[in-house]
C-alpha cells in the first residue's frame, strides 16, 4: 500500500474550475494505477477518473468526461483537473491508487484500489 494526501478542494461557482492534486509517498510510483472516486454523505464512493501507471490511458465517468482531465507527473503527483464545475459535482473527493492494475475503456471499482487517502472536500455552489 501507499500513502496519499489530496489537496486543492474548496468552494467554487458553477462554471468554475478546480485542481486536485495527489501526492503519494512511494519510490515505485510508477507503477500504480492512480484514481480518483468521490463519495457525499450516506452514499457509496463513485469513480471518477483514472490513470494507467503509463501516463498513456485513462478513463471517466460519463458524468465528468469532457469536463475534468486526469494527470500525473514524475514527481509522485495526480492531479484533477476539473473545470466547469456544477453543483452536482459537490462530493468529498478521493485519491486511491493500485500497484499495477490495468485500466480499460470501463469505469472502475473502489473494491479495485487497495490505498486511500483521507479526501478533499469539494464544494459547487452560489
Known amino acids: 500500500q501507499v500513502h496519499l494526501v489530496e489537496s486543492g478542494g474548496g468552494l467554487v461557482q458553477p462554471g468554475g474550475s478546480l485542481r486536485l492534486s495527489c501526492s503519494a509517498d512511494?519510490?515505485?510510483?510508477?507503477?500504480?494505477?492512480m484514481s480518483w472516486f468521490r463519495q457525499n454523505p450516506g452514499k457509496e464512493a463513485t469513480f471518477v477518473a483514472a490513470?494507467?501507471?503509463?501516463?498513456?490511458?485513462t478513463v471517466y465517468s460519463d458524468s465528468v468526461k469532457g469536463r475534468f482531465t486526469i494527470s500525473r507527473d514524475n514527481m509522485n503527483t495526480t492531479y484533477l483537473q476539473m473545470n466547469n464545475l456544477k453543483p452536482e459535482d459537490t462530493a468529498l473527493y478521493y485519491c486511491?491508487?493500485?500497484?499495477?492494475?490495468?485500466?480499460?475503456?470501463?469505469?472502475?471499482?473502489?473494491?479495485?484500489?487497495?490505498?486511500w487517502g483521507r479526501g478533499t472536500q469539494v464544494t459547487v455552489s452560489s
Open positions: 512511494t519510490q515505485s510510483f510508477g507503477a500504480y494505477t
Open positions: 486511491a491508487a493500485r500497484w499495477g492494475l490495468p485500466i480499460g475503456g470501463t469505469p472502475l471499482s473502489a473494491s479495485d484500489f487497495n490505498s
Open positions: 490513470v494507467a501507471w503509463t501516463g498513456a490511458v
